[in-house]
């Protein structure tokens, strides 16, 4: 009995989430088919930002919140290749392939500045997101169309100056999603399986998997664990540090776009904001923690939270006749899952 | 000695002016065990330091003197090159990662690979190509299998590091040193400290063995008893210089106690005292145990009478800084204190403080002084606090005083002779013995009845050292403080308490007139007398 | 020249001139009238003054820069709402408000000082997460709120509380305008600036007293605290609880000069600009002066201030330039980041 208990707690959060899930899934009298359609497509939308965030906390640095620095280099290739006009699979591969270099500058920016803020990483990777939108704001609001050439009519402002708020991905908008998609019966309904994404994300979890059984992340692993001891060793702290930090950006850019892809249109000031928080709560709520994090954690959370998020405003509706309330309630709920484990982080490492 | 396995040439090192290490030399063969013995600042860790490449060592101006290992000259900058040279150190606090299994800390950045795809594209050779190959995990295991196999360790290879009890995890550190074949010298600190007893028979056997097999092997530790069990040679250390080197058969636990404290001073001139009151203690201590890491008190007692000044003396990490710390009320504490027949609550340092009790602590920097505060705030801070002085009006709200306490600070400067541009300097700007100083002017203006002072000559230079200790003692004749003087420095206590108590094993092993000859000293500090 | 620099501080410095320069630029290029633009400055710093001071009790006391403000806001927040609702006008309305909220402020404070406490180390990471936290709870309270009030209320029958409230003839500007003068077209909020800086003067005399000495001492170096008898945990309370009620007396002060009572998601925006503020003005995650809280806050303020309408004049004298209204905008999230980036990566003396 007692092996029940200890299991129950270890697992507190998600065990807790699975509970508000069934609950609110319960309350919401959503069809089932209707809901596992909903939740693989977003499973096939999140799952791959969510991953990314694994090999910084790996790595000792914690829960990535510059991850959205990696997002915004995503949003710089996908408007790259809208404003050329590409279209299909080509022009999304190449609109990730486009943001790569992006995410390799940033990120190595990004990387200094975290070795500079050791012991600090989250709060200044979060402070930093907040200033890098700054500087992104400047550069799409402001410089696009005059002085960086982007000139395509359909993803300006009227002015000529500055990205349109919204930008419809005609060209690349649901490419992955319907690329491959097999239908399945479940209880009566068909559902659909958008293959082609899921594909990917399982290549991805494929690929950490390895590349955390090589030399290079058996090196990441021991920085990870205690900086100095690696550093006796022979290990570079700060390359190691910073390599984490890039695969991190880089994959946090393909994830965004594949993302924005399945959503179909960008919010231009504003899509990349909403990414961290997000992706971090769904990686904690799937039991990870601030120096322990796995790929079924990523799965799992993932999982839980958008079904959460998911169900939240309906539930809210036929509960208490406010999606409102529902709304607020999941954001309240994705900051305290954050605030909540940070906080028992903080209380595990004093009591030592 | 032809071919030794270490030798070391006139060894100096400096830290900022101060001189840490004053020319020693030693040689290790190989094949023998070799101690080294000295009590805390004595340079053993400055040394250790040195010769596995610290990065501290470099940072603060590098060291001078040679360094041979098996023939071949090195001065490592790095711990890996100090490494490659042949170097082993199994550290006092292990350098090991818990999350790894016992094979994956053996095999530490010396992890075996095997190619794979994506390293056969980058390249057949080359850091990246050697990057991103997977680790060939079954040569791990087996490999460190055969490194544990041969400091006879029967544990598995497999099993994570967390879980283990502490003296596994040192012969962990072990199996490293000697999986990397390399080592011709391994260096032990302090390999004891953490184990218990079986686990360290267990040790002590290792190490035989591993002399057996010619590795030349050099072990620093407090455990005299251990010392004299497994050593061919003995180093004592002293002040940075070496004091003597004794072959196992001449040596003696008295013999290296009284080595390693041993110092003769000039007798001091100590004014006279007027005639004791009564012979009633003033503080009274019956069976403290404090739980001070590193220094705990384990069941110590001890009777402080009104207007004498009583030394507490002892070995490292025997319990003498945990006395003041736990009486103060700073860490967890049981046991009774009665100060003039009155029990003090213990735990409650503002009570305590506020009974007539001082407080000087050993840690001047990070415990007793205000770095970024001026010294005029440093030295009226506890008294605002505990006595409400150097404040207008009463009460929880009642205003600093700066002028009050500018003046008393003036005159303090004056009367302690705190060199510095004024009362408004920050204390960090301040040299060890002024800081020192400052500590001083602020329990003296406390008033205290009865005042702890803790190591007040650590990081002073010589000349302010003597004017602290007449500091000390002017305090003492003329304002009747009752002082209880706790040191490292033998010597210095012996000048000037009027009777000298040694802890070791966390009690109070026996008190002792200043003039009493080393070896009584030796005896008590070695604790042998005790545990007979 | 490098000497002055360096005492006044080289990020304060260079702002200064960067103001002084936007303040030329304005009288010599513009139309705008400068009497107008100066007293707005005058009015955001006081506007924000509080808010700022709020945050050095919890710098004293050791809990770094609180991130958790907005908790202290929505106190303050809550209190305006009551008497709002109870319909109570002029000062009364005014001075309840901030009573209640600071109350209330008070409890939290001393709520979030537990959290804190057992969060050693990582507070301004919790601190954060408390504010968005708070918010977000805050906005489900805000909507299920029982108002009697009408004018508080959506119109039409909708859910809770509006967005904003509108403060006319409740206590709107009561503090700006109370003893103001004009300067020429614009006026000086002497009210508004007098009650800042009192409060500065109190807070500054609070920490010249014994318990103010006693909390910058357990927040400077705990363990000397402990030695000097100090109880260090309720120091960083009572620095934690100081800072939560004048974070409520503060956006009551706010909200009055503004005009409207903002909900719902308005005082995360306002977190990240205050710490920005008091950094400007010298003070680093250990250390506060009020000083430091009087010269950021004006620079801050006045620098956003006079920006803004230089920017759309030269855009209005410019052909096109509409684009470039967002400039100000931009730049104070660009400025008060990097601000507090700077800050957080400054090794820390040992």
Known sequence: MSRVRSVAVANLVPILFAVLCIGGIVSAHISLPL???????????????????????VAGMGLNFGIVIGAMCGQIGLIIIENAGGQGVGALVSAMAISIPFSLLFGWLTGLLLNKAKGREMITGMILAFFANGIYQFAFLILAGPVIPLRNQAILLDSGVGLAVTIDLKGTGGILEHLLRPSFPFLGFKVAVPLASLLLIT???????????????????????????????????????????????????????????????????????????????????????????TIWHAILGTLLFQTLFLIAPIAGQELLGSPQIGEFFREFVAYAVIGVTLALHAWKSRRG | MTNPALKLTDIRKSYFGNAVLKGVSLEVAPG???????????????????????????????????????????????????????????????????????????????????????????????????????????????????SLDRIGMSLSEKTKLAGLPVGHMQFVEIAREVDKKTAKLMVFDEPTAVLTETEAAELVATMKALAADGIAILFISHRLDEVLE????????????????????????VKIAALMIGRDLPPRELPARTERQDSRPLLSVQNLFVDMPGEEVQGASFDVYPGEILGIAGLAGQGKLGIANGVIGLYPTRGEIRLDDKPLSLGQTLSILQEGLGYVSEDRRQVGLLLDESIEFNIVATAMQVRGKFLKGSGPFALYDQKAARAHANRLIEEFDIRCQ??????????????????????????????????????????????????????????????????????????????????????????????????DFGLLFSGEAVRS | MMGLMERIGWTRGILAIFLVGLWFVTIVATDLDFSILFSDCLVRTGMNGILVLALVPAVRGGVGLNFGIPLGMICGLLGTIVFMDAGIRGPSGLFGSMVLGGAIGALAGWAYSRLLEAVKGQEMMVGIYVGFGA??????????????????VWPLGGEGLRNTLVLEGYFKQLLDRFWSFPIGSGFFPTGLLAFWLLLCLLVGLFLRTRVGLALSTAGANPRFAESSGINVRAMRSLGVILSTVLGAIGIVVFSQSYGFVQLYKAPLLMAFPTVAALLIGGATVRVAKISHVIVGTFLFQSVLTTSLPLVNDLIQQAEGGEAYANIPEIARLIISNGIILYALTRKERA
Not at chain 1, 208 to 215: A, D, F, N
Not at chain 2, 34 to 51: C, D, F, Q, R, Y
């Open chain 1, 35 to 57: 809901l596992a359609n909903e939740i693989l497509v977003r499973l096939g939308r999140n799952l791959f930002l969510v991953l990314s965030l694994i090999i910084p906390v």
């Open chain 1, 203 to 293: 290549a991805l979890c494929f690929g950490i998997r390895w590349y955390l059984r090589t030399k290079s992340g058996q090196d990441l692993r021991a920085v990870g664990q205690d900086m100095h001891v690696a550093e006796i060793a022979g290990h570079n702290v700060n390359r190691n540090r910073m390599r984490a930090i890039l695969l991190s950006t880089v994959l946090g850019g393909i994830g965004h776009i594949i993302w924005l892809s399945s959503i179909g249109s960008i919010n231009t000031y504003q899509s990349h904001e909403q990414v961290g928080p997000y992706a971090i709560a769904a990686l904690l709520v799937g039991g990870a923690t601030v120096v322990h994090a």
């Open chain 2, 32 to 146: 023998e065990i070799h101690a080294l013995v000295g009590e805390n600042g004595a340079g053993k860790s400055t040394l250790m330091n040195i010769l596995f490449g610290m990065p501290v060592i470099e940072e603060t101006g590098g060291f001078e003197g040679t360094i041979t290992v098996g023939g071949e000259a090195i001065h490592p900058k790095t711990p890996s090159d100090a490494m490659e040279h042949g170097v082993g150190m199994v550290h006092q606090e292990f350098m090991l990662l818990p999350g790894f299994s016992v094979a994956e800390n053996i095999k530490l950045n010396r992890e075996p690979v095997r190619k794979n795809i994506v390293s056969l594209l980058t390249g057949p050779v080359g850091p990246v190509s050697r990057a991103l190959s997977s680790l060939d995990l079954a040569r791990m295991n087996s490999e460190s299998r055969i």
């Open chain 2, 230 to 253: 497994v050593a061919d040679r003995i180093t004592i250390l002293r002040d940075g210089e070496l004091v003597e080197c004794l072959d196992q058969a001449d040596a003696s636990i």
């Open chain 2, 422 to 519: 004024g009362p408004s300097q920050a204390v960090r700007r301040l040299s060890g013995g002024n800081q020192q100083k400052v500590c001083l002017a602020r329990a003296f203006t406390l008033e205290p009845k009865l005042l702890f002072v803790s190591e007040p000559t650590r990081g002073v230079d010589v000349g302010a050292k003597d004017r602290v200790l007449n500091l000390l003692v002017d305090l003492n004749r003329e304002r009747n403080t009752t002082i209880v003087l706790i040191s490292s420095e033998l010597a210095e206590l012996r000048q000037i308490s009027d009777r000298i108590a040694v802890v070791s094993g966390g009690q109070v092993a026996g008190i002792l007139p200043p003039d009493a000859p080393d070896v």
């Open chain 3, 135 to 152: 918010v977000a709870g805050a906005s489900i309270l805000w909507l299920v709120y029982p108002a009697q009030n009408q004018e508080l």
